[in-house]
């Protein structure tokens, strides 16, 4: 017998990564790198339990981000890309 045929097949981890920081309003924003995926949120908590249910509870995949970070769902899918986020650039990120 093949082994496919007697065990289930493995749950592949999801591929993309979340960014976590809070808007010009104060809302705590969650952008998957892709801009496929996102929401706002008013707590911080919130925030981080819906993008580690979305990375299969991957704390590596998820990224905070410092200074502004504005919700952008307005763009169409693309291939991954990783925006370079560090405290030494401009203090407001946004995803287009």
Known sequence: MNR?????????APSTSFLIGQDSRG???VQDERG???GLFVDRGNAIRFAMDETGK?????????G?????????AEPASSP?????????????
């Open 27 to 29: 809302r705590w924003v």
């Open 84 to 96: 370079s986020i560090d405290g030494n650039r401009a203090r407001e990120h946004r995803l287009f």
């Open 68 to 76: 502004i970070l504005e919700l952008d769902m307005s763009r169409p």
């Open 4 to 12: 496919n045929d007697t065990e289930p097949p493995e749950r592949s």
């Open 36 to 38: 496929l995926c996102g």
């Open 58 to 66: 991957r704390p590596q995949a998820i990224k905070m981000v410092p």
